[in-house]
């Protein structure tokens, strides 16, 4: 047995894929956001533009959310059921604030954001570029998506190194 004693290394390695594979999705969404938002800055064909944004809510309403909850769901019970504890370990601290900052990013900002250029875009086609909301709603959009880049990949860069050791427990006076 491992850790306290709740899951066998089978059953934690594959609860550790299960894990690994969500947040691999959420990272590749990601960069298919990124992908998408770059060119639909840079299209001069309606098509596409109207393509790009459909896409990337198409997959915020659909691999985003399953890939956040999936990762959320399979790191807490990681964590719950390995020696490693939900506070025991300021680097694991470290990724549940990150995750938080992905979730809302991810399931909540990116399918509002979206859907509004969707929306925007199917109304106004190219013009759309020129109205200010669309151009508040693009940066908004592109800042999210810088964010959940930068978060999920720190997500994994601290899973490596595990950096900042464990917490000190200070024992309560009598």
């Given at each position: 047995?491992?850790?306290?004693?709740?899951?066998?290394?089978?059953?934690?390695?594959?609860?550790?894929?299960?894990?690994?594979?969500?947040?691999?999705?959420?990272?590749?969404?990601?960069?298919?956001?990124?992908?998408?938002?770059?060119?639909?800055?840079?299209?001069?064909?309606?098509?596409?533009?109207?393509?790009?944004?459909?896409?990337?809510?198409?997959?915020?309403?659909?691999?985003?959310?399953?890939?956040?909850?999936?990762?959320?769901?399979?790191?807490?019970?990681?964590?719950?059921?390995?020696?490693?504890?939900?506070?025991?370990?300021?680097?694991?601290?470290?990724?549940?604030?990150?995750?938080?900052?992905?979730?809302?990013?991810?399931?909540?900002?990116?399918?509002?954001?979206?859907?509004?250029?969707?929306?925007?875009?199917?109304?106004?086609?190219?013009?759309?570029?020129?109205?200010?909301?669309?151009?508040?709603?693009?940066?908004?959009?592109?800042?999210?998506?810088?964010?959940?880049?930068?978060?999920?990949?720190?997500?994994?860069?601290?899973?490596?190194?595990?950096?900042?050791?464990q917490r000190k427990h200070k024992s309560l006076p009598n």
């Amino acid at each position: 047995m491992n850790g306290i004693g709740k899951l066998s290394i089978t059953q934690r390695r594959w609860l550790l894929s299960a894990h690994l594979l969500f947040s691999a999705i959420m990272f590749g969404v990601a960069v298919a956001f990124l992908i998408l938002s770059i060119t639909a800055a840079n299209t001069s064909d309606e098509g596409v533009l109207k393509a790009c944004y459909t896409s990337m809510h198409a997959l915020a309403k659909t691999s985003v959310q399953a890939s956040t909850i999936g990762a959320l769901v399979t790191g807490i019970l990681l964590s719950v059921l390995t020696k490693w504890g939900l506070f025991k370990h300021y680097w694991i601290i470290a990724k549940e604030g990150l995750m938080i900052i992905s979730i809302l990013l991810g399931p909540f900002s990116m399918e509002v954001l979206t859907l509004k250029a969707v929306t925007l875009t199917s109304a106004e086609g190219l013009n759309s570029l020129y109205d200010p909301v669309f151009t508040v709603n693009s940066r908004l959009l592109w800042t999210g998506i810088i964010l959940q880049i930068l978060s999920v990949g720190g997500m994994f860069v601290i899973s490596v190194f595990k950096p900042w050791g464990q917490r000190k427990h200070k024992s309560l006076p009598n």
